[in-house]
C-alpha cells in the first residue's frame, strides 16, 4: 500500500524581542537617568559652652549610565548600556537591538543576550564566555561592552 506524502508547515508568529527597557543616556558622556537623594547627616546643635565632635559621611559616587556603540554581528544591530557605580559595573543591558526581524536571530538572541548580561557583572570586563552556539551575537555584545566601558572609563 502507497501512502500520500505527509507535509509539514511551519507558520511562526513574529515577536518583538523585548529584553527590558533601559533609560535613554547620551552616549557622549554619562548620564545619570535617576538620581536618589542624598541625605545630608543630620547633626544638632551643642549646648552653649559644650563641644561635640562632628560626624560626617560621605556619599558613595551616583551611578552612570554609558551606551556603548552600536556593534554589527552578523544578523543584526546591537549596542550595549552599562550602569557604573564607583568603578564597577552594576547592570547591563541592551539599549538598541536590530536583528531585521529574522526568525533564527530572534530566537538565539532571546537566548543567549540573558546569558551575556549576567556575564558581564560578573566578569566586570568585556572578557566574557560567551554562549554556545551564539558565537555573532556574543562578539557583538562584547564588542559593545568593552566601548561602554571605554566610555566609562574602566
Do not use: C, W
Request: net charge positive.
Amino acid at each position: 500500500m502507497k501512502r500520500a506524502p505527509m507535509v509539514l508547515a511551519f507558520h511562526p508568529k513574529t515577536r518583538a524581542l523585548s529584553l527590558g527597557t533601559l533609560p535613554a543616556t547620551d552616549s557622549t558622556r554619562g548620564s545619570s537617568p535617576s538620581t536618589p537623594p542624598t541625605s545630608s547627616p543630620s547633626t544638632s546643635s551643642p549646648a552653649a559652652g559644650s563641644s561635640s565632635p562632628t560626624s560626617t559621611t560621605t556619599a558613595p559616587p551616583a551611578a552612570q549610565t554609558f551606551a556603548g556603540d552600536l556593534a554589527n554581528y552578523g544578523d543584526g544591530v546591537l549596542s550595549v548600556q552599562v550602569t557604573v557605580q564607583g568603578h564597577r559595573i552594576t547592570k547591563d543591558g541592551i539599549a538598541p537591538l536590530n536583528d531585521g526581524g529574522n526568525f533564527r536571530s530572534q530566537s538565539i538572541d532571546q537566548q543567549a543576550i540573558p546569558i551575556l548580561e549576567q556575564q558581564a557583572p560578573q566578569a566586570q570586563s568585556a572578557h566574557i564566555q560567551g554562549v554556545s552556539g551564539a558565537s555573532s551575537t556574543s562578539s557583538g555584545f562584547a564588542q559593545s561592552l568593552q566601548s561602554a566601558r571605554t566610555k566609562a572609563g574602566l
